[in-house]
Protein backbone atom coordinates (compact mmCIF):
# COMPACT_ATOMS: atom_id res chain seq x y z
CA UNK A 1 0.00 0.00 0.00
CA UNK A 2 1.36 3.26 -0.94
CA UNK A 3 1.69 5.99 1.83
CA UNK A 4 0.44 9.66 0.58
CA UNK A 5 3.57 12.02 1.38
CA UNK A 6 2.45 14.07 4.41
CA UNK A 7 4.53 16.86 5.82
CA UNK A 8 3.28 18.21 9.55
CA UNK A 9 4.22 22.19 10.34
CA UNK A 10 3.24 24.04 13.13
CA UNK A 11 1.68 27.59 12.94
CA UNK A 12 4.14 30.59 13.88
CA UNK A 13 3.97 31.74 17.06
CA UNK A 14 2.25 35.09 17.19
CA UNK A 15 4.47 37.65 19.68
CA UNK A 16 2.57 40.33 18.34
CA UNK A 17 -0.67 38.79 20.27
CA UNK A 18 1.53 39.91 23.27
CA UNK A 19 1.44 43.16 24.82
CA UNK A 20 4.80 45.11 25.47
CA UNK A 21 4.69 44.37 29.21
CA UNK A 22 4.38 40.46 28.66
CA UNK A 23 6.48 40.39 25.45
CA UNK A 24 9.42 41.83 28.14
CA UNK A 25 7.91 38.94 30.90
CA UNK A 26 8.49 35.97 28.02
CA UNK A 27 11.81 37.07 27.76
CA UNK A 28 13.03 37.47 31.17
CA UNK A 29 11.65 34.06 31.49
CA UNK A 30 13.92 32.70 28.74
CA UNK A 31 17.01 33.81 30.16
CA UNK A 32 16.76 32.71 33.63
CA UNK A 33 19.01 29.44 32.65
CA UNK A 34 21.01 31.25 30.08
CA UNK A 35 23.62 32.73 32.79
CA UNK A 36 24.41 31.57 36.26
CA UNK A 37 22.73 35.56 37.71
CA UNK A 38 23.16 36.25 41.46
CA UNK A 39 19.72 38.47 40.50
CA UNK A 40 17.59 39.63 37.18
CA UNK A 41 15.04 42.46 37.77
CA UNK A 42 12.28 43.45 35.66
CA UNK A 43 13.37 47.62 35.65
CA UNK A 44 10.91 47.91 32.81
CA UNK A 45 7.75 47.13 34.61
CA UNK A 46 8.08 50.01 37.08
CA UNK A 47 8.54 52.64 34.24
CA UNK A 48 11.52 54.85 34.66
CA UNK A 49 13.73 52.21 33.57
CA UNK A 50 17.03 54.29 32.69
CA UNK A 51 17.09 52.43 29.29
CA UNK A 52 16.77 49.10 31.15
CA UNK A 53 13.44 46.94 30.07
CA UNK A 54 15.40 44.17 32.74
CA UNK A 55 18.70 44.57 34.08
CA UNK A 56 20.79 40.98 35.51
CA UNK A 57 23.78 40.83 37.32
CA UNK A 58 25.69 37.73 36.47
CA UNK A 59 27.65 36.46 39.35
CA UNK A 60 31.05 36.73 40.07
CA UNK A 61 33.22 34.11 41.79
CA UNK A 62 36.33 36.63 42.52
CA UNK A 63 35.30 37.50 46.04
CA UNK A 64 38.84 39.07 46.74
CA UNK A 65 41.22 40.91 44.02
CA UNK A 66 44.85 42.05 44.58
CA UNK A 67 45.67 45.29 44.58
CA UNK A 68 49.33 46.87 43.70
CA UNK A 69 50.30 46.55 47.65
CA UNK A 70 50.48 42.64 48.26
CA UNK A 71 49.58 43.31 51.85
CA UNK A 72 46.22 44.94 50.93
CA UNK A 73 43.12 43.45 48.96
CA UNK A 74 39.94 44.68 47.70
CA UNK A 75 37.04 43.00 48.64
CA UNK A 76 34.16 42.42 45.90
CA UNK A 77 30.59 42.71 47.27
CA UNK A 78 28.65 39.05 46.21
CA UNK A 79 26.16 41.11 44.60
CA UNK A 80 28.28 43.31 42.73
CA UNK A 81 28.46 40.83 39.45
CA UNK A 82 28.71 41.56 35.47
CA UNK A 83 26.01 43.74 34.41
CA UNK A 84 23.53 43.43 32.18
CA UNK A 85 21.06 45.18 30.03
CA UNK A 86 18.25 43.54 28.48
CA UNK A 87 16.18 44.84 25.80
CA UNK A 88 12.94 44.01 24.62
CA UNK A 89 11.48 45.22 21.00
CA UNK A 90 8.35 43.94 19.91
CA UNK A 91 8.66 45.60 16.72
CA UNK A 92 7.36 43.63 13.27
CA UNK A 93 10.39 45.24 11.26
CA UNK A 94 14.02 45.88 12.99
CA UNK A 95 16.47 47.15 10.56
CA UNK A 96 20.30 48.17 10.65
CA UNK A 97 19.51 51.89 11.44
CA UNK A 98 16.60 50.86 13.87
CA UNK A 99 18.88 48.86 15.82
CA UNK A 100 21.75 51.03 16.09
CA UNK A 101 19.17 53.89 17.28
CA UNK A 102 18.36 51.63 20.06
CA UNK A 103 21.84 50.97 21.49
CA UNK A 104 22.55 54.76 21.35
CA UNK A 105 19.30 55.33 23.06
CA UNK A 106 19.99 53.08 26.25
CA UNK A 107 24.38 53.13 25.82
CA UNK A 108 25.83 56.51 25.91
CA UNK A 109 29.18 56.75 24.27
CA UNK A 110 32.03 57.59 27.38
CA UNK A 111 30.33 56.23 29.83
CA UNK A 112 31.38 52.71 31.76
CA UNK A 113 29.01 50.41 29.45
CA UNK A 114 27.00 47.07 30.49
CA UNK A 115 29.09 43.78 30.71
CA UNK A 116 26.89 41.97 28.47
CA UNK A 117 23.78 43.35 26.37
CA UNK A 118 20.76 41.19 24.97
CA UNK A 119 18.61 42.67 22.77
CA UNK A 120 15.11 40.67 22.14
CA UNK A 121 12.48 41.20 19.00
CA UNK A 122 9.96 40.02 17.65
CA UNK A 123 10.77 40.39 13.93
CA UNK A 124 12.67 38.78 11.54
CA UNK A 125 16.39 39.54 11.46
CA UNK A 126 18.66 39.97 8.66
CA UNK A 127 22.72 39.73 8.13
CA UNK A 128 22.97 43.68 7.96
CA UNK A 129 20.93 44.10 11.18
CA UNK A 130 23.01 41.50 12.85
CA UNK A 131 26.54 43.12 11.15
CA UNK A 132 25.32 46.59 12.56
CA UNK A 133 24.22 45.41 16.17
CA UNK A 134 27.82 43.47 16.26
CA UNK A 135 29.49 46.90 15.48
CA UNK A 136 27.63 49.37 17.49
CA UNK A 137 28.30 47.29 20.22
CA UNK A 138 32.11 46.56 19.87
CA UNK A 139 32.75 50.34 19.62
CA UNK A 140 31.10 51.12 22.97
CA UNK A 141 33.18 48.41 24.89
CA UNK A 142 30.63 45.67 25.14
CA UNK A 143 32.26 42.70 26.49
CA UNK A 144 29.42 40.25 25.46
CA UNK A 145 26.25 40.83 23.08
CA UNK A 146 23.34 38.74 21.51
CA UNK A 147 20.78 39.78 19.49
CA UNK A 148 17.32 37.71 19.57
CA UNK A 149 15.19 37.81 16.68
CA UNK A 150 11.72 36.10 15.96
CA UNK A 151 13.51 32.60 14.65
CA UNK A 152 15.82 32.74 17.56
CA UNK A 153 12.89 32.97 20.33
CA UNK A 154 10.33 30.28 18.40
CA UNK A 155 13.75 27.96 18.54
CA UNK A 156 14.10 28.58 22.64
CA UNK A 157 10.57 28.35 23.42
CA UNK A 158 10.50 24.88 20.87
CA UNK A 159 13.38 23.36 23.31
CA UNK A 160 11.93 20.12 25.89
CA UNK A 161 13.09 22.72 28.87
CA UNK A 162 11.23 25.88 27.76
CA UNK A 163 7.85 23.79 27.59
CA UNK A 164 6.30 25.44 30.71
CA UNK A 165 7.16 28.77 29.06
CA UNK A 166 5.78 28.15 25.76
CA UNK A 167 2.51 26.96 27.32
CA UNK A 168 1.98 29.42 30.11
CA UNK A 169 2.60 32.64 27.07
CA UNK A 170 0.77 30.41 24.05
CA UNK A 171 -1.28 27.72 25.64
CA UNK A 172 0.80 25.44 23.49
CA UNK A 173 2.72 22.43 24.86
CA UNK A 174 4.98 19.65 23.18
CA UNK A 175 5.45 17.81 25.64
CA UNK A 176 1.61 17.46 26.04
CA UNK A 177 1.42 16.34 22.81
CA UNK A 178 4.38 13.73 23.38
CA UNK A 179 2.50 12.29 26.14
CA UNK A 180 -0.68 11.87 24.14
CA UNK A 181 1.63 10.77 21.31
CA UNK A 182 2.46 7.79 23.69
CA UNK A 183 -0.92 7.18 24.84
CA UNK A 184 -2.20 6.74 21.65
CA UNK A 185 1.17 4.52 20.21
CA UNK A 186 0.19 2.62 23.57
CA UNK A 187 -3.55 1.73 22.81
CA UNK A 188 -2.39 0.95 19.01
CA UNK A 189 0.04 -1.57 20.02
CA UNK A 190 -2.25 -3.33 22.08
CA UNK A 191 -5.25 -3.28 19.37
CA UNK A 192 -2.32 -4.86 17.21
CA UNK A 193 -1.60 -7.57 19.67
CA UNK A 194 -5.28 -8.69 20.68
CA UNK A 195 -5.89 -8.87 16.65
CA UNK A 196 -2.55 -11.09 16.18
CA UNK A 197 -4.09 -13.31 19.25
CA UNK A 198 -7.46 -13.73 17.07
CA UNK A 199 -6.19 -13.63 13.65
CA UNK A 200 -3.00 -15.34 13.60
CA UNK A 201 0.36 -13.90 11.73
CA UNK A 202 -0.54 -15.15 8.55
CA UNK A 203 0.88 -13.16 5.75
CA UNK A 204 -2.35 -14.02 3.65
CA UNK A 205 -5.48 -14.26 5.76
CA UNK A 206 -9.44 -14.19 4.61
CA UNK A 207 -11.26 -13.61 7.44
CA UNK A 208 -14.68 -11.79 8.09
CA UNK A 209 -14.66 -9.32 11.04
CA UNK A 210 -18.02 -7.30 11.64
CA UNK A 211 -16.71 -3.45 11.35
CA UNK A 212 -19.46 -1.44 13.93
CA UNK A 213 -19.84 2.63 14.48
CA UNK A 214 -18.91 3.67 17.64
CA UNK A 215 -21.62 6.86 17.56
CA UNK A 216 -24.95 3.65 16.86
CA UNK A 217 -26.48 2.15 19.82
CA UNK A 218 -29.12 0.61 17.14
CA UNK A 219 -27.14 -2.67 16.10
CA UNK A 220 -28.28 -4.62 14.82
CA UNK A 221 -31.48 -3.18 13.67
CA UNK A 222 -30.81 -1.62 10.20
CA UNK A 223 -34.44 -0.39 9.99
CA UNK A 224 -33.73 2.30 12.52
CA UNK A 225 -31.54 4.28 9.65
CA UNK A 226 -33.57 5.15 6.20
CA UNK A 227 -29.89 5.70 4.53
CA UNK A 228 -28.54 2.29 6.08
CA UNK A 229 -27.97 1.08 2.72
CA UNK A 230 -25.70 4.39 1.68
CA UNK A 231 -24.41 5.16 5.10
CA UNK A 232 -23.58 1.87 7.00
CA UNK A 233 -23.29 1.65 10.82
CA UNK A 234 -21.70 -1.95 10.60
CA UNK A 235 -20.76 -4.03 7.62
CA UNK A 236 -18.70 -7.38 7.90
CA UNK A 237 -15.34 -6.92 5.67
CA UNK A 238 -12.88 -9.79 4.81
CA UNK A 239 -9.59 -8.74 6.49
CA UNK A 240 -6.58 -10.19 3.86
CA UNK A 241 -3.57 -8.65 5.83
CA UNK A 242 -2.07 -7.04 8.62
CA UNK A 243 -0.35 -4.23 7.71
CA UNK A 244 2.34 -2.10 10.27
CA UNK A 245 -0.34 0.79 10.40
CA UNK A 246 -3.31 -1.34 10.95
CA UNK A 247 -5.54 -3.97 8.94
CA UNK A 248 -6.17 -4.30 5.49
CA UNK A 249 -9.57 -5.17 4.00
CA UNK A 250 -11.32 -6.12 0.55
CA UNK A 251 -13.71 -3.35 0.63
CA UNK A 252 -15.11 -4.36 -2.54
CA UNK A 253 -14.14 -6.56 -5.42
CA UNK A 254 -15.72 -6.18 -9.27
CA UNK A 255 -15.52 -8.20 -12.12
CA UNK A 256 -12.98 -6.07 -14.44
CA UNK A 257 -11.33 -6.21 -18.14
CA UNK A 258 -7.53 -5.24 -18.57
CA UNK A 259 -5.56 -4.99 -21.80
CA UNK A 260 -1.64 -4.50 -20.69
CA UNK A 261 -0.79 -4.05 -24.46
CA UNK A 262 -3.04 -0.88 -24.97
CA UNK A 263 -2.93 -0.11 -21.24
CA UNK A 264 -6.52 -0.22 -20.94
CA UNK A 265 -9.30 -0.95 -18.50
CA UNK A 266 -12.89 -1.22 -16.99
CA UNK A 267 -14.75 -3.31 -14.48
CA UNK A 268 -18.62 -3.23 -13.72
CA UNK A 269 -19.98 -2.41 -10.53
CA UNK A 270 -23.11 -4.55 -10.90
CA UNK A 271 -22.23 -6.44 -8.29
CA UNK A 272 -19.70 -6.92 -5.57
CA UNK A 273 -17.82 -9.91 -5.06
CA UNK A 274 -17.23 -8.70 -1.65
CA UNK A 275 -21.07 -8.25 -0.52
CA UNK A 276 -21.88 -9.48 2.92
CA UNK A 277 -23.98 -12.38 3.69
CA UNK A 278 -27.57 -12.51 4.41
CA UNK A 279 -30.30 -14.37 5.80
CA UNK A 280 -32.68 -12.88 3.80
CA UNK A 281 -33.78 -15.99 0.99
CA UNK A 282 -34.82 -13.19 -1.52
CA UNK A 283 -32.02 -10.94 -1.00
CA UNK A 284 -29.57 -13.92 -1.63
CA UNK A 285 -30.90 -14.45 -4.24
CA UNK A 286 -31.09 -11.50 -6.16
CA UNK A 287 -27.60 -11.33 -5.24
CA UNK A 288 -27.03 -14.81 -6.98
CA UNK A 289 -29.21 -13.78 -9.88
CA UNK A 290 -26.69 -10.99 -10.57
CA UNK A 291 -24.08 -12.58 -10.59
CA UNK A 292 -24.99 -14.87 -12.36
CA UNK A 293 -25.34 -12.26 -15.54
CA UNK A 294 -22.39 -10.70 -14.63
CA UNK A 295 -19.73 -13.55 -14.82
CA UNK A 296 -21.76 -15.15 -17.71
CA UNK A 297 -20.42 -11.71 -19.51
CA UNK A 298 -17.39 -11.81 -17.73
CA UNK A 299 -16.49 -15.50 -19.54
CA UNK A 300 -17.06 -14.13 -22.99
CA UNK A 301 -13.82 -11.89 -22.33
CA UNK A 302 -10.62 -13.23 -23.34
CA UNK A 303 -9.19 -15.17 -20.78
CA UNK A 304 -5.90 -13.48 -20.61
CA UNK A 305 -8.60 -10.01 -19.81
CA UNK A 306 -10.04 -11.54 -17.13
CA UNK A 307 -9.56 -10.18 -14.15
CA UNK A 308 -10.57 -8.26 -10.91
CA UNK A 309 -11.14 -4.76 -9.98
CA UNK A 310 -10.12 -4.56 -5.95
CA UNK A 311 -10.23 -1.91 -3.66
CA UNK A 312 -8.09 -2.34 -0.45
CA UNK A 313 -8.76 -0.39 2.44
CA UNK A 314 -7.34 0.23 5.47
CA UNK A 315 -8.54 0.83 9.18
CA UNK A 316 -5.73 1.80 11.53
CA UNK A 317 -5.04 0.58 14.56
CA UNK A 318 -5.10 3.91 16.42
CA UNK A 319 -8.62 4.24 14.54
CA UNK A 320 -9.53 1.15 16.47
CA UNK A 321 -11.70 2.18 19.19
CA UNK A 322 -12.46 -1.45 20.72
CA UNK A 323 -12.09 -5.08 19.69
CA UNK A 324 -14.64 -7.59 20.59
CA UNK A 325 -13.07 -10.54 20.08
CA UNK A 326 -15.99 -13.33 20.11
CA UNK A 327 -18.65 -10.77 18.94
CA UNK A 328 -22.47 -11.91 19.81
CA UNK A 329 -25.20 -14.79 19.00
CA UNK A 330 -26.41 -12.53 15.66
CA UNK A 331 -22.35 -12.37 14.33
CA UNK A 332 -20.15 -14.96 16.09
CA UNK A 333 -17.24 -13.43 13.87
CA UNK A 334 -14.60 -10.44 15.73
CA UNK A 335 -16.26 -6.75 16.31
CA UNK A 336 -14.21 -3.95 15.72
CA UNK A 337 -15.40 -0.39 16.78
CA UNK A 338 -14.14 2.32 14.87
CA UNK A 339 -15.60 6.32 14.33
CA UNK A 340 -17.33 5.96 10.81
CA UNK A 341 -16.68 9.05 8.31
CA UNK A 342 -20.27 9.04 5.56
CA UNK A 343 -20.78 5.11 6.16
CA UNK A 344 -16.90 4.63 5.98
CA UNK A 345 -14.60 3.48 8.73
CA UNK A 346 -11.26 2.94 6.31
CA UNK A 347 -8.72 6.09 6.70
CA UNK A 348 -6.60 4.92 3.21
CA UNK A 349 -7.65 3.25 0.38
CA UNK A 350 -6.02 1.55 -2.61
CA UNK A 351 -7.48 0.45 -6.14
CA UNK A 352 -5.87 -2.02 -8.39
CA UNK A 353 -6.44 -4.51 -11.27
CA UNK A 354 -5.85 -8.55 -9.72
CA UNK A 355 -4.78 -10.53 -13.30
CA UNK A 356 -4.40 -13.81 -11.99
CA UNK A 357 -1.47 -13.74 -8.89
CA UNK A 358 -0.30 -10.24 -10.26
CA UNK A 359 -1.15 -6.67 -8.76
CA UNK A 360 -1.46 -4.06 -11.28
CA UNK A 361 -1.25 -0.21 -10.25
CA UNK A 362 -3.79 1.14 -12.76
CA UNK A 363 -1.64 4.61 -13.41
CA UNK A 364 -1.14 5.17 -16.96
CA UNK A 365 -4.32 3.67 -17.94
CA UNK A 366 -7.13 4.38 -19.57
CA UNK A 367 -10.35 3.55 -18.71
CA UNK A 368 -12.45 2.58 -21.45
CA UNK A 369 -16.42 1.05 -22.26
CA UNK A 370 -16.34 -3.20 -22.28
CA UNK A 371 -18.80 -3.95 -19.61
CA UNK A 372 -22.88 -3.29 -20.49
CA UNK A 373 -24.69 -0.85 -18.16
CA UNK A 374 -27.34 -3.15 -17.43
CA UNK A 375 -26.88 -7.21 -18.06
CA UNK A 376 -29.24 -9.50 -19.63
CA UNK A 377 -29.53 -12.85 -19.77
CA UNK A 378 -28.00 -14.80 -23.46
CA UNK A 379 -29.51 -16.66 -25.53
CA UNK A 380 -27.87 -19.85 -25.80
CA UNK A 381 -25.44 -20.83 -29.04
CA UNK A 382 -26.47 -23.25 -31.41
CA UNK A 383 -25.55 -27.13 -30.74
CA UNK A 384 -23.76 -28.44 -33.75
CA UNK A 385 -24.10 -32.53 -33.11
CA UNK A 386 -22.68 -33.37 -36.00
CA UNK A 387 -19.52 -31.34 -35.41
CA UNK A 388 -16.55 -33.24 -33.68
CA UNK A 389 -13.08 -31.63 -33.46
CA UNK A 390 -10.04 -34.20 -33.39
CA UNK A 391 -7.86 -33.66 -31.06
CA UNK A 392 -3.95 -35.10 -30.53
CA UNK A 393 -3.86 -36.97 -27.23
CA UNK A 394 -2.08 -34.39 -25.01
CA UNK A 395 -4.41 -31.38 -25.98
CA UNK A 396 -7.26 -33.78 -25.37
CA UNK A 397 -5.88 -34.40 -22.28
CA UNK A 398 -5.74 -30.73 -21.32
CA UNK A 399 -9.34 -30.49 -22.18
CA UNK A 400 -10.53 -33.14 -20.00
CA UNK A 401 -8.74 -31.86 -17.27
CA UNK A 402 -9.58 -28.20 -17.50
CA UNK A 403 -6.06 -27.24 -17.39
CA UNK A 404 -6.37 -25.12 -20.86
CA UNK A 405 -9.26 -25.33 -23.37
CA UNK A 406 -8.23 -22.90 -26.31
CA UNK A 407 -7.99 -24.07 -29.92
CA UNK A 408 -5.90 -22.04 -32.21
CA UNK A 409 -5.96 -21.61 -36.09
CA UNK A 410 -4.41 -19.70 -38.92
CA UNK A 411 -7.00 -20.58 -41.15
CA UNK A 412 -10.96 -20.54 -41.23
CA UNK A 413 -10.88 -24.44 -40.08
CA UNK A 414 -13.64 -23.05 -37.15
CA UNK A 415 -15.17 -19.98 -38.65
CA UNK A 416 -18.45 -21.96 -38.51
CA UNK A 417 -18.85 -21.45 -34.86
CA UNK A 418 -20.05 -18.43 -32.85
CA UNK A 419 -20.00 -17.60 -28.91
CA UNK A 420 -22.14 -19.63 -27.12
CA UNK A 421 -22.16 -22.59 -29.72
CA UNK A 422 -22.02 -26.05 -28.33
CA UNK A 423 -19.88 -29.25 -30.20
CA UNK A 424 -17.57 -31.69 -29.26
CA UNK A 425 -14.14 -32.54 -29.13
CA UNK A 426 -12.57 -36.14 -29.60
CA UNK A 427 -9.32 -37.76 -28.82
CA UNK A 428 -7.48 -40.53 -26.81
CA UNK A 429 -7.08 -41.28 -22.89
CA UNK A 430 -5.23 -43.90 -22.15
CA UNK A 431 -5.36 -45.53 -25.56
CA UNK A 432 -9.58 -45.07 -25.32
CA UNK A 433 -11.08 -42.96 -27.44
CA UNK A 434 -13.26 -40.55 -25.84
CA UNK A 435 -15.46 -37.38 -26.71
CA UNK A 436 -16.50 -34.25 -24.76
CA UNK A 437 -19.09 -31.44 -25.57
CA UNK A 438 -17.22 -28.22 -25.03
CA UNK A 439 -18.96 -24.71 -25.64
CA UNK A 440 -17.28 -21.56 -27.49
CA UNK A 441 -16.81 -18.66 -24.91
CA UNK A 442 -15.11 -16.45 -26.85
CA UNK A 443 -13.26 -15.88 -30.62
CA UNK A 444 -11.04 -13.47 -31.07
CA UNK A 445 -7.57 -12.43 -33.62
CA UNK A 446 -4.61 -11.54 -32.59
CA UNK A 447 -0.94 -11.65 -33.89
CA UNK A 448 1.22 -14.40 -32.72
CA UNK A 449 3.95 -11.76 -30.82
CA UNK A 450 0.80 -10.01 -29.20
CA UNK A 451 -0.56 -13.06 -27.93
CA UNK A 452 2.55 -14.56 -26.80
CA UNK A 453 3.18 -10.82 -24.72
CA UNK A 454 -0.08 -11.40 -23.13
CA UNK A 455 0.57 -14.87 -22.06
CA UNK A 456 3.73 -13.91 -21.31
CA UNK A 457 3.91 -16.37 -18.10
CA UNK A 458 2.35 -19.33 -19.86
CA UNK A 459 5.55 -21.02 -20.54
CA UNK A 460 4.20 -24.40 -21.92
CA UNK A 461 2.23 -22.03 -25.18
CA UNK A 462 4.39 -22.55 -27.55
CA UNK A 463 4.04 -26.15 -26.76
CA UNK A 464 0.53 -26.12 -27.03
CA UNK A 465 0.30 -24.32 -30.23
CA UNK A 466 2.70 -26.12 -32.05
CA UNK A 467 0.78 -29.52 -31.11
CA UNK A 468 -2.08 -28.03 -32.83
CA UNK A 469 -0.84 -26.49 -36.21
CA UNK A 470 2.50 -28.19 -36.53
CA UNK A 471 4.48 -25.37 -35.96
CA UNK A 472 4.76 -22.01 -33.91
CA UNK A 473 3.92 -19.42 -36.69
CA UNK A 474 5.67 -16.27 -37.32
CA UNK A 475 4.97 -13.37 -34.92
CA UNK A 476 3.39 -11.23 -37.10
CA UNK A 477 1.04 -13.82 -38.47
CA UNK A 478 -2.93 -13.16 -37.33
CA UNK A 479 -3.69 -15.98 -35.43
CA UNK A 480 -7.51 -16.99 -34.68
CA UNK A 481 -8.05 -18.02 -30.93
CA UNK A 482 -10.95 -20.05 -29.83
CA UNK A 483 -11.35 -20.30 -26.44
CA UNK A 484 -13.71 -22.80 -24.85
CA UNK A 485 -15.59 -24.61 -21.52
CA UNK A 486 -16.77 -27.90 -20.70
CA UNK A 487 -19.96 -28.33 -21.15
CA UNK A 488 -22.36 -31.12 -18.50
CA UNK A 489 -24.84 -33.58 -19.44
CA UNK A 490 -27.35 -31.20 -17.12
CA UNK A 491 -26.55 -28.14 -18.78
Known amino acids: MTKPTITR ?20 QLIYDF ?3 QSIEATGRGGADDGFDIRAYERNYAEREATDDADEVTEVHPMNGNLWMIQCKREQDLGPIRVRKIIQEN ?9 GYILAASANISKKTHDAFREELQKLGVMEFYLWGKAALEDMLFLPKNDRILFTFFGLSFVTKRRSRATEI ?7 NKLLSILGNNANMHHPILVRDIKDDNYPYEDAYPDFESYPRWRTYTAVEQHPLGLIFEELE ?7 IKKEYDFTSFCNLQEQPTDDDEEYQQRYKKKELALDFFHSLPNARQSYYISYALIGYKDMILVDAK ?21 KSRQLIKLRNEDIDLEGYKRISIFPQDFKKEDPGQFHEDKIIALDDDTFFRFSNFIDMTLYAIDDRYADLSPKDTFQVEGSLDGVKQKAKVSLTCAYQMTVSNYFTENVKDFELKEKIKLQ ?23
Request: charged letters at 25%.
Open 254 to 260: YYAYIDT
Open 327 to 347: GDNWNERPHIFVDFIKGSPFS
Open 9 to 28: TYGQIHFEDLDPKRFEDLVR
Open 35 to 37: KDW
Open 469 to 491: LGKVPAAKVIMNIYELKPVYNYE
Open 186 to 192: RTAVTVK
Open 107 to 115: ITAGQVPPY
